[in-house]
């Protein structure tokens, strides 16, 4: 059996995601649902890991991963599907609300105060970038995740410790 769960976090993997995303798009064509879908990085992680060592990262990911799956809500799910990239499903969210959400995650994440000298905040942070599967805008998985990469990119222009997001009505970055 092909495993479902990422080992060292114990969060779901890229192949969990990928079944998951297919239910949702299934929902969303035959009743309308709508989620929210974010992509997760942890802000400037190579410099973490070069600075600190292979056995700090994966302690500050394990760290992160808790906090997010701990800080989502009953029907959220969190999945880890990169070194340091995670996605968090937000079923019935709008993009509004999504963000909230992941604002709500990205300050508890800065409350694990996680050291990071080569940081401009002096610890580690996360960025996300957001966006939302609905009837309206109907998307494959691949192209609903390269929206939020889309958006995650956004963020690394701006700054980091940031939730950027796409809005689907125009195509348009919102904050």
């Known amino acids: 059996m092909i495993p479902l769960t990422d080992p060292l976090t114990s969060l779901g993997n890229q192949r969990l995601l990928e079944k998951d995303l297919a239910v949702y798009e299934g929902q969303v064509a035959r009743y309308g649902m709508r989620s929210c879908v974010a992509l997760i990085d942890i802000d400037d992680f190579k410099k973490f890991n070069d600075r600190y060592g ?8 394990v760290a992160i991963a808790e906090r997010l799956a701990n800080r989502s809500r009953l029907g959220d799910s969190v999945y880890r599907v990169g070194g340091d990239e995670f996605i968090c499903l937000l ?5 509004e609300s999504g963000a909230l959400a992941m604002d709500r995650m990205r300050r508890s994440i800065e409350e694990l105060a996680i050291p990071h000298e080569d940081s401009s905040s002096g610890f580690l942070t996360v960025s996300a970038g957001l966006t939302v599967l609905d009837a309206e805008n109907l998307k494959s998985a691949s192209e609903l995740l390269k ?9 690394r222009n701006a700054d980091t410790n940031q939730i950027e997001g796409v809005d689907n009505d125009d195509s348009s970055p919102s904050r």
């Open 54 to 61: 292979r056995e700090a990262g994966d302690k500050a990911i």
């Open 91 to 95: 079923p019935e969210q709008s993009l």
């Open 147 to 155: 929206d939020a990469q889309a958006a995650l990119s956004r963020t």
